[in-house]
């Protein structure tokens, strides 16, 4: 085998999983790198009890009490996995709806094996072209 050949080897293969790769695949990987990009640590490496700034998309967002204290909790998406936030004793934020881009910093804490960042600071970022 040649030398060009097997320089060409990595880019040819990256060719070939864009191709195979499923949509959920490369949105997840377009998601991630976005996140990057923004600033944003990947969801699926927060540690417990470490500040964080996470970037992603909310996937859902309701409005449920936590503790008789009326919460609002979103779940935030970044290509790497999840984290929820949940801002205590609010019952609506205006522009905290599903879809939306969100930047969002705090401390990662764990509630029942899930990552989680209680009141975190947070940025609604404008979609492209706005």
């Known amino acids: 085998m040649s030398r060009s050949s097997l320089v060409g080897a990595p880019l040819w293969r990256r060719a070939l999983q ?7 695949d490369l949105a997840a990987r377009d998601a991630l790198a976005e996140s990057a990009r923004q600033g944003g640590v990947p ?15 909310l996937r859902s967002v309701t409005a449920r009490p936590r503790g008789g204290v009326p919460a609002v909790e979103a779940e935030l998406f970044d290509g790497s996995g999840t984290v929820s936030l949940v801002w205590l004793g609010r019952r609506r934020i205006a522009g905290v709806e599903p879809g939306r881009r969100l930047k969002a910093s705090g401390l990662v804490a764990e509630d029942d094996g899930q990552r989680v960042i209680f009141n975190p600071v947070y940025e609604l970022i404008c979609p492209d072209g706005a």
């Not at 969801?43 to 998309?57: D, K, P, W, Y």
Request: glycine residues 10%; proline residues 0%.
């Open 43 to 57: 969801c699926g490496q927060l540690a417990n009890r470490s500040r964080a700034c996470v970037c992603g998309t």
């Open 18 to 24: 864009r191709f195979t790769a499923s949509e959920s």
